[in-house]
């Protein structure tokens, strides 16, 4: 099992800043990939970005050059630094830790961006 803790959201104007973090405990195998995703109201969840223990990383192309995600495998920590937010980013974001055929979830936060 792995437990997902999740940190940071909240209510930015546009343009604003925002950092989430979500760190991993439990069995944490060190070939994994974390990530976010994000869901808002009447659509389906999507992806945000991904970084691998390996430090590859993949955006969506609706946050490339705005998001940056990174990680401390150190302390099986992820995070993602939300720049130049825009009120389509509006959302319920999640963290998700995946190794091999297992996939966890963190709780959600809600990030909202005011116009």
């Known amino acids: 099992q792995v437990q997902l803790v999740v940190s940071g959201g909240g209510l930015v104007q546009a343009g604003g800043s925002l950092r989430l973090s979500c760190s991993a405990s439990?069995?944490?195998?060190?070939?994994?990939?974390m990530g976010w995703y994000r869901q808002a109201p009447g659509k389906q969840r999507d992806l945000v970005a991904t970084?691998?223990?390996?430090?590859?990383?993949n955006y969506a192309d609706s946050v490339k050059g705005r998001f940056t995600i990174s990680r401390d495998n150190a302390k099986n920590t992820v995070y993602l630094q939300m720049n130049s937010l825009k009120p389509e980013d509006t959302a319920v974001y999640y963290c998700?830790?995946?190794?091999?055929?297992?996939?966890?979830w963190g709780q959600g936060t809600q990030v909202t961006v005011s116009s």
């Open positions: 439990g069995n944490i195998l060190s070939s994994n990939v």
């Open positions: 970084i691998g223990s390996g430090g590859s990383t």
């Open positions: 998700n830790f995946r190794a091999y055929w297992m996939s966890y």
